[in-house]
Antibody, heavy 119, light 107 residues
């Protein structure tokens, strides 16, 4: 069964760092681009970051550029999101998603991990 | 950065047809993908590419595109189709962008 399982969320204070992980199973992880998508409470989905299958190319939304980094370990079938200088507006459920095809979309989603940034 | 615009809310009578639209310049060059999200659940891909459905998505869901507008059509809406729907596409820099979402109510 194809599955994505996020972890690493929690309650943190503004300004600190947090690393999210996404463990993939049931497909050849190293063959697919991956993305992180977040959803603040009661708000729309927001694409956060993406990474190519090899990890050689990374992409970021303007709202997180310079603060977040994305990486992957294809030997461990795991995707990461390193979040630095966290702000209250980063509070959201964070989903990892598998991309398929350059122009197709995200066909597999995890159940999400919650990040709350509050003092 | 590019933007995608959706109507915030749409309603449809049970069994009728509804169209949800998404507008944005990136849609002139890239396909939209459409996601259904029910409360407390992760999004589910319902339409991708020119007009393709993942396995398990009912054929009452279809997609189309013209110029800068993509549309998701539900033909014969069912009660279980009540959800939020989001469009998404790439932009020229390789980033992705979501629309603001459309809340579909089935009356």
């Amino acid at each position: 069964e194809v599955e994505l399982l996020e972890s690493g969320g929690g309650l943190v204070q503004p300004g600190v760092s947090l690393r999210l992980s996404c463990a993939a199973s049931g497909f050849t992880f190293s063959s697919y681009d991956m993305s992180w998508v977040r959803q603040a409470p009661g708000k729309a989905l927001e694409w956060v970051s993406g990474i190519s299958s090899s990890g050689g190319s990374t992409y970021f939304a303007d709202s997180v550029k310079g603060r977040f980094t994305i990486s992957r370990d294809n030997s461990k079938n795991t995707l990461y999101l390193q979040m630095n200088s966290l702000r209250a507006e980063d509070t959201a459920v964070y989903y990892c998603a598998k991309e398929f095809g350059v122009n197709y979309g995200m066909d597999v989603w995890g159940q999400g991990t919650t990040v709350i940034v509050s003092s | 950065s590019s933007e995608l615009t959706q109507d915030p809310a749409v309603s449809v009578a049970l069994g009728q047809t509804v169209r949800i639209t998404c507008q944005g310049d990136s849609l002139r060059n890239y396909y939209a993908s459409w996601y259904q999200q029910k409360p407390g659940q992760a999004p589910v891909l319902v339409i991708y590419g020119k007009n393709d459905r993942p396995s398990g998505i009912p054929d009452r869901f279809s997609g189309s595109s013209s110029r800068n507008t993509a549309s998701l059509t539900i033909t014969g809406a069912q009660a279980e189709d009540e959800a939020d729907y989001y469009c998404n596409s790439r932009d020229s820099s390789g980033n992705r962008v979501f629309g603001g979402g459309t809340k579909l109510t089935v009356l």
